[in-house]
C-alpha cells in the first residue's frame, strides 16, 4: 500500500497533526485496522494516539481517501 498526503498540517501549540491522505493497493480494499498500521508506521506515531476519520474508497481506481488526527501525547 503506497500512502499520499494532499494535506497535513501540525500545530504545536495543541499537539495535533491533522492529514488527509489517499491509500494505493492493489486486491482488497485495506481494512481500517491496516490503514492505521500504515499511518502509524509512517508517522512513526502510537497507533492509540491516531484517529481515523471518514474511509472512501474507490475499488475500481484501487485507492481509499480518508483524514485522521494525531495527537501527541504529552
Known sequence: ????????????????????????????????????????LVSGADPASIDLGRLRPRARRGEVRGSARITERR
Do not use: C, K, N, W
Open 1 to 40: 500500500m503506497d500512502l499520499e498526503f494532499p494535506r497535513y498540517e501540525h500545530d504545536p501549540a495543541l499537539g495535533v497533526t491533522e492529514i488527509e491522505f489517499v491509500a494505493r493497493f492493489t486486491g482488497a480494499i485495506p481494512s481500517r485496522q491496516e490503514i492505521l498500521a500504515e499511518l502509524a
